[in-house]
C-alpha cells in the first residue's frame, strides 16, 4: 500500500528563519511529487512539482529537492514570513496504471513574530 | 486570478438523502477532480474526470458517488444515500492538462451529515 511520512509532524519557528521539511514515500511506479501548502479552512495551494527526473525545483523562496532512488523529498523555505504559517503537504503520484496522488499528513508551520 | 468556485460553502444533509455539491472549474481547464478531507485528516482523492468521462476514482468512490458535467462550466458531486461518514471537505481541482500539470482547488464545501 502507497503510504507517505511526513516529519517534523508541527514545526515553530520565529519570523526570518528557514526551515526544511521532509517526506518520505513508497509510491512505485512513480511519476511526480507534489508539494501543497494549505491554509486552515482553504484548499490546498499548488508550490512545486517535480517528475522522477528533477533533483530540485524552486518557487520563490521555496525549494523542494527530490531523491527518486530513495524516495525521499525536502521543502525548504528561506526567510520564512508570518504568512507562510499553513500545513505543507507532500504528494507522489503512481505511474504505469494508477495514477491516483497519495497525500501526506502534512507538517504544521506556525511562524512567530 | 482566476479560480475554483464551489457552492454551497456548508451544506447540512440528514442522514440517507442525497446531496449535490457543485464547482465551476477554471474555464480553459480541461481535467476535473474531487478530494474529501475528514475534518484532522490528511486529503484523499475521490476521482478524476476528463472528456466526459472518468479517468481515475479511489476505493472510496463506490456506487453511492457520481460525478458530471452537465454544462460547459459545472463539475457536480453526487452522493446518493449519505452516510455519516460521508461528513468532511470536499474539494474540487481543475487543471490545464493531465495529472503532471498543477491542479487548482476551490476552498471546498463542508458537508454535515446529521
Redesign the interface.
Known amino acids: 500500500k502507497n503510504q507517505v511520512e511526513q516529519s517534523p509532524q508541527s514545526l515553530i519557528i520565529l519570523e526570518g528563519k528557514n526551515c526544511t521539511l521532509q517526506c518520505n514515500y513508497t509510491v512505485s511506479p512513480f511519476?511526480?511529487l507534489r508539494w501543497y501548502k494549505?491554509d486552515t479552512?482553504?484548499?490546498?495551494?499548488?508550490l512545486t512539482?517535480m517528475?522522477f527526473s528533477e533533483n530540485t525545483k524552486s518557487n520563490g523562496r521555496y525549494t523542494a529537492t527530490l531523491d527518486a532512488d530513495t524516495k525521499q523529498s525536502s521543502l525548504h523555505i528561506t526567510a520564512s514570513q508570518l504568512s507562510d504559517s499553513a500545513s505543507y503537504?507532500c504528494v507522489p503520484?503512481g505511474a504505469g496504471g494508477?495514477?491516483?496522488?497519495?497525500?501526506?499528513?502534512?507538517t504544521s508551520l506556525i511562524v512567530h513574530p | 486570478e482566476p479560480e475554483v468556485t464551489q457552492t454551497p460553502s456548508h451544506q447540512v444533509t440528514q442522514m440517507g438523502q442525497e446531496v449535490i455539491l457543485r464547482c465551476v472549474p477554471i474555464s480553459n481547464h480541461l481535467y476535473f477532480y474531487w478530494y474529501r478531507q475528514i475534518l484532522g485528516q490528511k486529503v484523499e482523492f475521490l476521482v478524476s474526470f476528463y472528456n466526459n468521462e472518468i479517468s481515475e476514482k479511489s476505493e472510496i468512490f463506490d456506487d453511492q458517488f457520481s460525478v458530471e458535467r452537465p454544462d460547459g462550466s459545472n463539475f457536480t458531486l453526487k452522493i446518493r444515500s449519505t452516510k455519516l461518514e460521508d461528513s468532511a471537505m470536499y474539494f474540487c481541482a481543475s487543471s490545464v492538462e493531465g495529472m503532471s500539470q498543477p491542479q487548482h482547488f476551490g476552498d471546498g464545501t463542508r458537508l454535515s451529515i446529521l
Open positions: 511519476s511526480n494549505q479552512g482553504r484548499g490546498p495551494v499548488s512539482i517528475t503537504i503520484q494508477s495514477y491516483i496522488p497519495t497525500f501526506g499528513r502534512g
